[in-house]
């Protein structure tokens, strides 16, 4: 069981600031990445966009394996907008 966060434009678009999924302990950031499209569609429109941060850690969305343990923390950051 992991806990997903949702930061600005990402939990707009999942309609939720987090929840808590169950996912395999290793899983590709895509795979990753690819089950959260699945339960919010809405997120596709930040494909190629948005990363992924993992115990606080920026992993890039691609094929890089991840090891999550029951209670970790996974984040969906958004591009942030400069000014």
């Known amino acids: 069981l992991v806990f997903v966060l949702y930061f ?3 939990a707009e678009l999942a309609g ?3 929840e808590e999924i ?3 302990t290793s899983i590709s950031s895509q795979d990753l990445w690819r ?3 699945e339960q919010h569609p809405r997120l596709s429109v930040l494909q ?6 993992v115990r606080q850690q920026y992993v890039d969305i691609d ?3 991840v090891t999550l ?3 970790d923390e996974v984040a969906v950051v958004p ?5």
């Open 63 to 65: 094929d890089q394996l």
């Open 22 to 24: 169950v996912v395999p």
């Open 16 to 18: 939720v600031k987090e």
């Open 79 to 83: 591009p942030l907008s400069g000014g």
């Open 8 to 10: 600005a434009k990402s």
């Open 69 to 71: 343990g029951d209670g």
């Open 48 to 53: 190629g966009q948005a990363v992924l941060a």
């Open 35 to 37: 089950r959260l499209v």
